[in-house]
Nanobody, 114 residues
């Protein structure tokens, strides 16, 4: 069983930055994919960014150039650096890790407001 714990969410003003972290608690950590999704009120969950075991990354068009996904396999952690935040980035952000099957964190809330 893999447990994922997100952190780093909070309230930020438009134009500000946040860094999300997601730490996995598992003895063996060899994910095929790690990523971040988000879900805003009344909307479907959507992919924000992910990174494969080979290091290939992809981003949603809406965050390209503003968000950066990275990982530290030794620390069993995936990060999402979010810069130039906009009101439309406000959502609950979920960590997703695929180890044989997808595992989800419980989410961390990002609020963007002045």
């Amino acid at each position: 069983q893999v447990q994922l714990v997100e952190s780093g969410g909070g309230l930020v003003q438009p134009g500000g930055s946040l860094r999300l972290s997601c730490a996995a608690s598992t003895a063996i950590f060899s994910p095929s994919n790690m990523g971040w999704y988000r879900q805003a009120p009344g909307k479907q969950r959507e992919l924000v960014a992910d990174i494969t075991s080979g290091g290939s990354v992809r981003y949603a068009d809406s965050v390209l150039g503003r968000f950066t996904i990275s990982r530290d396999i030794a620390k069993k952690t995936v990060y999402l650096q979010m810069n130039s935040l906009k009101a439309e980035d406000a959502a609950v952000y979920y960590c997703n890790v695929v180890i044989g099957r997808p595992y989800w964190g419980k989410g961390t809330l990002v609020t963007v407001s002045s």
